[in-house]
């Protein structure tokens, strides 16, 4: 049977979250029009300002030290030479008055010495806070990423619906927790500095806070104004003419001090309770233009509404018209409404298709103005059959201070058939030179940069994550939910003796704990006799394909590369032009891709799989 390794451990209590701990890395850029990846440079992170940032720091601090010097430190120095002590420039300890100078001398160096700890703790108090601001390429450098480099799904768990927010150097991913709506119940939050290692906030607002909320808590938007947070919310999933029945559901919104929470209702009621032209009010996101006019967009029910939220971020406010909704539905709208604006232009985004289905989706518009037209682009995100299916209900992570951008999103394993079963995930997005949206691809690595390993499934001995490596214990496998035909499959693998093999698992099906039905190719690395091989394994029986030696060698990090187009497969290893085995077979033409290790200390880093 196999176990998820670092995979969700269920929580089927109401109102409470389910375990989890992961990490995740994601960005966008511009790249020109006709150019292929790889053939664009992103904007540059930093800035000369940030350096002059520091420069006023390092002032800063030494102006303290010099304040707290002059305000009554004193500072001495020992002759050698004489055996005296100098507690001014000049001034030399006088033998006739040593016992009083070595009285007065010896509570001044004490007093000096107490200080210490308190300037020490004034200076990184000063200093490490604002340091921290005027550097922030210590944390944001490095976040030009082509997707989750350390795997995704980036956190662990079953969530939905994410929208994101920046809040004091960090990126808050707000989610929906995925279960049956009676136990939708309560949100949970993720931060993290590096989109790599994420914090889980759970339970940061539940239906005890909402007292008008019964289930169905939905697609949380996050928004900061006048030093408080908000979040909006949909709750108890109203259905049209249910709020003439007098039934209470609708757009809630609830207001805390910390992005973290707790938060709590705001106005005791639903913001939005009611129809306006024909828009369900759930699925709302939250703006706030440029000029410091706050929007929320919204909708279900393939409708979509706007509307301006007052200055008090709890009220609903009215346009020159004196209306207070207005519908901006582009073509094939059905839901999970998402806006945001760059280099002056207004992108709406949403999604469409039916959330429980393999066509769910997310496609944009572009205008002018934030109250439209919006006329429908292109879908720009979708299921591939190769990586998961259901990818949709979409939020943007944007890089302060360069045009680094992420579109994250939920999606649906492979192999899951339960609705509710999604996933976390993001990639990068990319503007063409016109201002569009490319289209986005869903990459698989996964560099173990967070300790964690999401989304592997083990079989056999247990696989754990340290150093960024995934390691075996024994004899064991691990795969990922893919389904790739084609491929470019890449990973780096170490084995610990002579005796050990190891390798990469491709177009692989029927994985199960002992294995024996396995079917599928294995690509091996064998130092003991110094071989690369490549086996054909059919019902857990392996068959020789082709086999050539190599300078393989315990102890040692060997990159390989498998790259399969239709019944050609070569084997690559450390040298990626010239491969060490090609041969052609046609047996299978998809499957899942994972690792395999025949004893403990094997271990596996960097791995990738791609279309070629």
């Known amino acids: 049977m196999a176990r998820n390794l670092a995979i969700r451990s269920g929580d089927p209590r109401p109102g409470s979250s389910p375990g989890m701990g992961t990490a995740l890395i994601d960005a966008k850029g511009t790249r020109p029009l006709g150019l292929a990846d ?31 010097h002059y305000s009554g430190i004193r500072f001495f120095w020992f002759t050698p030479r004489t055996g005296s002590w100098l507690s001014n420039i000049g001034q030399l300890w006088d033998g006739d008055t040593a016992r009083e100078n070595y009285t007065t001398i010896g509570s001044k160096l004490i007093e000096t010495l107490e200080m210490v700890p308190r300037l020490f703790k004034a200076f990184a108090g000063l200093a490490l806070p604002m340091m921290t601001r005027a550097l922030p390429f210590l944390r944001q450098a490095p976040l030009d990423y082509t997707t989750s480099e350390a795997g995704n799904p980036f956190v662990d768990g079953w969530y939905a619906d994410p929208d994101t927010e920046f809040y004091e150097g960090k990126y808050w991913v707000f989610p929906t927790s995925s279960y049956g709506y009676d136990q939708q119940t309560y949100l949970d939050a993720f931060s993290s500095y590096d989109l790599i290692n994420w914090e889980k906030h759970a339970n940061i607002l539940t239906i005890n806070d909402v007292k008008w909320a019964r289930r169905a808590v939905w697609a949380p938007a ?10 909006y ?16 559901g609708g757009i809630g919104v609830a207001v805390a001090d910390k992005p973290e929470g707790p938060y709590v209702d705001a106005i005791g009621k639903p913001l939005i309770g009611e129809y306006h032209n024909d828009a369900q009010p759930i699925d709302q996101d939250v703006f706030i233009d440029d000029d410091g006019q706050a929007y929320i967009f919204y909708g279900g029910h393939s409708h979509c509404n706007m509307a301006k939220l007052n ?39 949403w999604s469409e298709g039916v959330w429980t289905g393999p066509d769910y989706s997310v496609s944009y518009a572009m205008s002018d103005s934030i109250m439209g037209p919006f006329t429908k682009l292109a879908r720009i995100l979708q299921q591939d059959p190769a990586v998961a299916k259901g990818s949709g209900h979409n939020g943007v992570i944007h890089i302060p201070g360069t045009d680094i951008y992420y579109i994250i999103y939920h ?23 016109d201002g569009t949206i490319a289209p986005v691809t869903m990459l698989v690595k996964d560099n173990f940069a967070d300790g964690q390993a999401v989304g592997w499934k083990q079989y056999g001995s247990n696989w754990s994550v340290a150093d960024q490596r995934l390691t075996s214990s024994g004899a064991a496998v691990a795969m990922l939910d893919t389904n790739f035909g084609d491929l470019v499959y890449d990973a780096t693998v170490s084995v610990p003796d002579s005796g050990a093999n190891a390798g990469l698992l491709f177009r692989a099906a029927n994985v199960s704990g002992d294995l024996t039905q396995l079917n599928g190719y294995y690509a091996k690395i064998s130092p003991a006799s110094g071989t690369v091989t490549l086996e054909k394994l059919v019902n857990g029986t392996s068959a020789l394909l082709s086999q ?16 399969a187009v239709a019944s050609k497969i070569s084997v690559f290893v450390d040298d990626l032009q010239t491969p060490k085995v090609t041969t052609t077979d046609s047996t299978f033409s998809t499957g899942a891709d994972g690792v395999r290790a025949s004893t403990a ?12």
Request: with cysteine; net charge neutral.
């Open 233 to 248: 919310f949909g709750a108890n999933d109203i259905q049209e003419g249910e709020p003439e029945a007098g039934v209470i």
């Open 601 to 612: 200390g094997t271990w596996f880093g960097s791995v990738s799989v791609a279309k070629p």
């Open 548 to 563: 050539e030696h190599a300078a393989i060698k315990a102890r040692t990090t060997h990159h390989i590369r498998v790259t």
């Open 311 to 349: 200055d008090d971020m709890i009220s609903i406010g009215q346009f020159d018209d004196g209306t207070s909704f207005k519908e901006i539905t582009p073509e094939g709208y059905v839901e999970g409404s998402q806006m945001i604006k760059r280099n002056g232009k207004y992108y709406l985004m």
């Open 38 to 68: 790889g053939q664009w440079a992103a904007a540059p992170p930093h800035s000369s300002r940030r350096l002059f940032g520091v420069y006023i720091t390092l002032l800063i601090c030494g102006i303290a030290i010099l304040s707290a």
């Open 222 to 231: 996050p928004i900061s104004r006048n030093g408080k947070y908000y979040l």
């Open 411 to 433: 999606r649906r394993p492979l192999s899951e058939t339960d609705g509710n079963h999604r996933v976390l995930a993001y990639d990068r997005m990319y503007f063409n030179e």
